[in-house]
């Protein structure tokens, strides 16, 4: 028997990926339905979603956003059908977890490797687009929000289209718990384990042939912060991961290696500072004093523009929740 207090709504699936809009062993389907207690069918070339008015109502949009995503051919997860559920039906969004107004700079385009890199949230959304009008910028915010990864997406993108010559990406080399001299190898071993989430994030978005023959050619360089003193970096993309390790002194010599139609991209986590306690980290130098200079600008990430594993979220909740207890 029908319940009488019950709707349904149909969204058009015409044009999208069955298969992407509904996941694996219909996940996504599942997560959509579990947000908002309706009932979730593919029927024919429409998503139907049946329930309570007003719970239908909210899970609508969400289900507008799933289909647009799938029309796209990008990919989607349970993690981002909740995403969408959070942003809240006043954030329009163009299709695919950026805002409209950002539509131009939230996606971009990778040919080598046919892949489409894609702001998932307004967070990342705004960040790229700082990406693309500043000359520096400085990214902070907690583990898993695409810091790095949209960076390294931008810097590729530029190199593609030319805008740039070369890309360098450096990371200090901060021990935290093992010293670098008791590590077995020559210089560059050891302190390769501390590049390889640079070297994870450009085999993405390069086919690895090009990789190997970028860095070759120093095309591309990847080295630790220290390899940095004493050039100048000019026709570059130059990003700095993992800025919450490097010392005042460090940063201030990163930052004046800034050439001629060069960018620079810093990235930290304040809460992950793995520095010795009487050494200042650069990171929290910089925020201190460099913010309100033209052609430099801050972009906060929080918890809600994580876009890991959603357990990631509530990791970073609860250690945020312990410390301010």
């Known amino acids: 028997m029908t319940d009488p207090t019950s709707t349904t709504r149909r969204i058009s699936t015409e044009g999208a990926d069955l298969l992407t809009l509904a996941g694996v062993n219909d996940v996504n389907l599942v997560e959509l339905s579990r947000l908002f207690g309706v009932r979730v069918a593919l029927r024919g070339e429409a998503l139907a979603i049946t329930g309570p008015e007003e719970m239908v109502g909210r899970a ?55 892949k489409v890199v894609q702001a998932k949230t307004p967070g990342q959304a705004a960040y790229l687009a700082k990406i693309a009008e500043q000359d520096i910028v400085v990214g902070i915010g907690p583990a898993g929000t695409g810091k790095t990864y949209l960076a ?107 050439g001629v139609n060069s960018k620079v991209v810093v990235t930290g986590d304040k809460t992950q500072v793995d520095l010795p306690k009487r050494e200042e980290s650069g990171l929290l130098q910089v925020e201190r004093i460099l913010n309100g200079i033209e052609g430099i600008s801050f972009h906060y990430f929080d918890e809600s523009d994580v876009v890991r594993h959603r357990l990631v979220r509530e990791i970073i909740r609860a250690y945020a929740t312990d410390a301010g207890s």
């Not at 507008?64 to 039906?89: C, K, P, T």
């Not at 810097?155 to 010293?179: F, M, N, Q, Y």
């Open 60 to 114: 609508a949009p969400v289900g507008q956003r799933m289909v647009d995503v799938a029309r796209q051919r990008l990919s989607l997860s349970a993690d981002d059908v909740l995403r969408f559920s959070e942003l809240g039906i006043e954030e329009r969004e163009d299709g695919a977890g950026g805002p409209e107004s950002g539509a131009a700079t939230s996606r971009i385009a990778l040919p080598g490797v046919r």
């Open 152 to 258: 390294v997406a931008a810097a590729v993108d530029a190199l593609t289209r030319k805008r740039v010559r070369r890309i360098v990406l450096a990371r200090p080399a901060v021990e935290a718990g093992e010293s670098l001299g008791f590590l077995p190898g020559d210089m560059q071993a050891k302190v390769d384990p501390y590049l390889r989430p640079l070297y994870d994030a450009l085999d993405e978005m390069m086919p690895f042939d090009r990789v190997q023959k970028a860095l070759e050619t120093r095309v591309i360089e990847i080295a630790p912060l220290a390899f940095m003193r004493g050039r100048t970096l000019a026709d570059a993309f130059v990003i700095l991961d993992e800025a919450q390790n490097a010392t005042a002194m460090q940063m201030k010599m990163f930052l004046t290696r800034l």
